[in-house]
C-alpha cells in the first residue's frame, strides 16, 4: 500500500550495547516497530518495513545521534510515534526524537554527507595541538584503510572539516560518501601517533549528523 507519511526517527546507541552490529540494530528496530502496533508502511511478498537507515555507526562506537526513516500508512502525530516505538526498544536505545519528513525525500543514508565525533580517554595528548596543525598543512595524508579482504590507501585530508583539541579530547566533523570515508579512531590513531592498545579503549562517539552544501554550508539532519 502507499505511504501517506514519513517519520524521520533519531534514536541514541549506549555503551552497553555498543559492541552490537548494524545488523542487530536494524533487526532490534524493525522488532520494536513490528510490537509498536504503529501503521507502518509494508511491501513485498515478505511484507517487509519500508524502512531506510542512516550511515552504520562503528562497530564499539556510542551515538546520540543515529537516523532511521519509517514510512506510515496513516498520518500519526510524532509524540505518539515517540511514546510507542520507546516503550519497545529494548535497554541501551533511546528515542531522542521523531519528526516528519516528505514522503518522497531522499533516503536518509544519502541525505547526509558529514558527521561529527567527540573522542575521549585518549591519554596524554600533549602537543596535540601542533599534530592537528601539521595535518591540516599537508594537501594530502594518506592512511592505509585495511578491512578482512584488502588494504586501500585514501587521502583523508579532504574529508576532515575540523578537528579541534579540548579539555576532554578531540572533536573532528569527518565528511562521508562512496568509496572515501575514514574511521576517526584510524585518524586519530595515525595524527596523533597512538598505539593499537590505546586506541581500543577511547571513547567514541557520534553526536550529529550534517548536509554539507557545494557552496561549503552546514544543514543540520
Not at 496513516?74 to 536505545?93: A, C, D, H, N, Y
Not at 573522542?119 to 595541538?129: A, E, K, R, T, V
Amino acid at each position: 500500500m502507499r505511504a501517506i507519511t514519513k517519520i524521520r526517527v533519531k534514536y541514541s546507541k549506549k555503551q552497553d550495547v555498543r559492541m552490537m552490529s548494524h545488523l542487530d540494530v536494524i533487526s532490534a528496530v524493525k522488532n520494536a516497530l513490528d510490537a509498536s502496533g504503529l501503521p507502518v508502511c509494508r511491501r513485498g511478498a515478505g511484507k517487509k518495513i519500508c524502512i531506510a537507515f542512516g550511515p552504520p555507526l562503528p562497530l564499539g562506537y556510542t551515538s546520540c545521534c543515529e537516523l532511521f526513516d519509517v514510512e506510515m500508512l496513516q498520518r500519526t502525530e510524532p509524540e505518539i510515534v515517540k511514546q510507542k516505538l520507546s516503550e519497545k526498544m529494548p535497554p541501551g536505545f533511546e528515542i531522542v526524537s521523531v519528526y516528519t519528513v516528505p514522503v518522497f525525500s531522499v533516503p536518509v543514508d544519502t541525505a547526509v554527507n558529514m558527521a561529527e565525533y567527540r573522542i575521549l580517554d585518549m591519554g596524554d595528548i600533549s602537543g596535540g595541538d601542533t599534530k592537528i596543525k601539521d595535518f591540516f598543512s599537508k594537501k594530502e595524508y594518506l592512511i592505509d584503510r585495511v578491512t578482512d579482504k584488502s588494504v586501500h590507501t585514501i587521502d583523508a585530508r579532504p574529508l576532515v572539516k575540523e578537528m579541534n583539541l579540548n579539555e576532554t579530547g578531540v572533536s573532528m566533523m569527518l565528511r562521508f560518501g562512496p568509496k572515501k570515508t575514514i574511521k576517526p579512531d584510524v585518524l586519530i590513531q595515525k595524527v596523533f601517533s597512538i598505539g593499537e592498545e590505546l586506541k581500543a579503549s577511547m571513547k567514541i562517539e557520534r553526536i550529529a549528523f550534517y548536509c554539507e552544501t557545494g557552496d561549503g554550508a552546514l544543514r543540520s539532519v
